[in-house]
């Protein structure tokens, strides 16, 4: 089963779905849905519209180069058949998912990150420009009184042995 790729929005196309053409020259162009096919014909770069993978990658949204994604890559050339290759290979892709999972929910915090770096001083600055609309506090002395107090425990307890 042949996995292929839209040449618009780099979904994956499964057998029997999506919609191909083929322009004069013999490039073949696949489509996962008619949405890509229609913004194909109208010539739109996809490198431009927000929903892409072209786009996330271009802008930093996705993760764009990473050693998991070598795995996922066609390969041409044909090998032949071992059986221990194929089940090391079997047992090697839920770890290498797994990596690849973590690697990812650890771009995006990075990514969230600079989002909230931002949110922060954009509001330490408003506060700074209007701090004089907020309530003013009573002052009051910071410094709290301290107040010793002597532990009597021995004279006590003489007093009650003297009874």
Known sequence: MRLEKCWFCS???????????VRNDAKIFRFCRS????NFKMKRN?????WTK??????????????????E????????????????????????????HDRQKKHI???????????REFDAKEL???????PKKLEVSTEKSKVKVKVVKQQAEDNLMEE
Do not use: W
């Open 73 to 100: 890559r066609k390969r041409n050339r044909p090998e032949r058949y071992d059986r221990n290759v194929t089940e090391r290979t079997l047992k090697a892709i839920p770890l290498i998912t797994k990596i690849r």
């Open 35 to 38: 949405k890509c096919h229609k």
């Open 54 to 71: 072209a786009y996330r990658r271009l802008h930093g949204k996705d993760m764009t180069q990473d050693t998991t994604f070598e795995f």
């Open 128 to 134: 700074e420009q209007s701090i004089d609309m907020l």
């Open 46 to 50: 996809p490198r431009k519209v927000k």
């Open 11 to 21: 979904s994956t196309i499964y057998p029997g779905h999506g919609i191909q053409f």
């Open 109 to 119: 915090t990075d990514r969230q990150m600079k989002g909230k770096i931002k949110e």
